[in-house]
């Protein structure tokens, strides 16, 4: 064979060895929520949903270009969760809601669908980014859940970055806490109209992934619930409530009413019907978000992805913010039903 054909030959060798490589990167998708409620168009100014559609674009579109890269699925699930947790608009970090205090008090959890690896943090008031936290809680210790002052003495030795708890403060929950602590002592107070939008909103942020390699991970971090006292904590931490993911069947994060998500294990149970009873994760987000909870009295949605990349969304209230690309590369952005 002339040399030409050799190098020839050679390449085509080559290329059949690395087909199988190029042919095993499977599809990607993620999906992304900010929160679900009394979401209204009515109630909202254009301005405002404006900025709402603009960070969950660039929350799952910070998520989707880890995965398009061939990052794995917790980094995108970090990725978009970090743009949300750094905004003031979601109730995440900066932004979060207050305690009866007036303290942020934040949550967060990841979980990986490939090794049911997971970390979780509750009750930090220090920690810049609670989600990368719970990302090291899980890589980093032999634990999986970590609280207040513990956790924070562990984000130290993690080089974390952290904050005074003033960094998390906004003025938008100083009203919310002052509204919710005079309707608790029988004061009605007029709420600005630029808050109308806002009424029972549950805003904690969540993303779902899954990357080239087939692993699906899921993250979710809040700040809890307006006016929560006694060190109350919801779902969110809560791996199996809030936050779920087994690539055997489902990613899912939720968000509503902590104290219902925690009593029905909504993540798990979703996860569980998809993987036991053989239904399509749609049927199984429905059966738990529009029967279980709403039989139970408790508001509040999910976002999940299936092994295939199959997005789904379900909520029992009027709104829920969210947004996804799919295996095909489309980009959903929606707030109403
Ligand atoms: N699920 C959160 C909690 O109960 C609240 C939310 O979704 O905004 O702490």
């Known amino acids: 064979m002339s040399s030409i054909g050799n190098l020839f030959a050679r390449t085509a060798l080559l290329w059949a060895l690395a ?3 190029i042919g095993s990167a499977g599809p990607t998708a993620i999906v992304i929520h900010g929160g679900a409620g009394t979401i209204q168009r009515a109630n909202m100014s254009a301005e405002v949903e404006a900025q709402y559609r603009q960070t969950l674009t660039t929350a799952v579109s910070a998520g989707h270009q880890v995965l398009v890269r061939g990052g794995k699925s917790q980094d ?5 969760i970090l ?3 750094d905004s003031p608009l979601f109730n995440a970090a900066r932004g979060a809601v207050l305690t009866n205090q007036g303290e942020a008090e934040l949550d967060a959890s990841i979980m990986l669908g490939e ?7 509750t009750g930090v008031k220090r920690v810049r980014n609670p989600i990368l936290l719970a990302e090291r809680v899980m890589l980093a210790s032999p634990h999986v859940m970590l609280m207040g002052a513990g956790a924070e003495a562990f984000a130290e030795t993690q080089q974390l970055a952290l904050v005074d708890n003033a960094y998390f403060h906004t003025e938008r929950r100083r009203r919310q806490l002052q509204q919710a602590i005079a309707k608790e002592n029988g004061v009605a107070i007029i709420e600005p109209s630029s808050d109308s939008h806002e009424r029972r909103k549950y805003s904690t942020v969540g ?4 990357d080239q390699q087939g692993n699906l991970a ?15 904590i919801g779902d969110s931490p809560i791996i199996g409530a809030g936050t779920y993911a087994d690539n055997r ?6 968000t509503g009413h902590g104290e219902y998500f925690i009593r029905a294990a909504v993540a798990y149970d979703i996860c569980a019907r998809v993987r036991y009873q053989g239904v399509t994760l749609e049927a199984a987000a429905n059966a738990v978000v529009h029967g279980t909870l709403l039989d139970m009295g408790g508001d509040g949605g999910v976002i999940g992805l299936d092994p295939n990349g199959e997005v789904v969304y ?8 969210r947004a996804s690309i799919d295996t095909s590369g489309k980009l959903d952005v929606g707030i109403f039903r």
Request: charged share 10%; hydrophobic share 50%.
């Open 314 to 321: 379900a909520f029992n209230t009027t709104g829920m913010y």
């Open 207 to 210: 993303a779902v992934a899954l």
């Open 218 to 232: 899921a993250g979710t971090s809040t700040g809890g619930m307006t006016n929560k006292r006694f060190g109350r």
């Open 76 to 80: 995108a699930v970090i990725a978009a």
């Open 83 to 85: 743009v949300m947790e």
């Open 19 to 21: 087909l199988p490589t």
């Open 115 to 121: 090794n049911l690896n997971a970390g979780a943090v």
């Open 249 to 254: 069947a489902c990613g899912i994060s939720a």
